[in-house]
């Protein structure tokens, strides 16, 4: 049981760093509950596996040229 620890939980700057999002987008998706995140304390954790999940949803939103037009985030308009 010495392996590997894989982090469950990130904070703002390592969310950005995987996901290529600004701190106000991720910000965002957490306060409207389209993003897990828990406060510990005054600091945001955000849950990766929840954070992988997201953007892979988005990715095959883009990827479909069948699905329905979605409306963009308000920081990429």
């Known amino acids: 049981m010495n392996g590997p620890v894989e982090q469950e939980w990130v904070s703002y700057p390592e969310a950005e760093r995987y996901s290529g999002l ?3 987008t ?3 998706y957490v306060s409207s509950g389209e993003l ?3 406060r510990v304390g ?3 954790r955000i849950h ?7 953007m892979e949803h988005a990715s095959t939103e883009v990827a ?3 699905a329905a037009p979605q409306q963009l985030p308000m920081d990429a308009r």
């Open 64 to 66: 479909d040229p069948h």
């Open 36 to 38: 897990k995140a828990a």
């Open 48 to 54: 990766l596996p929840a954070l992988r999940e997201f």
């Open 26 to 28: 991720l910000w965002r």
């Open 42 to 44: 005054r600091s945001v």
């Open 22 to 24: 600004s701190h106000t």
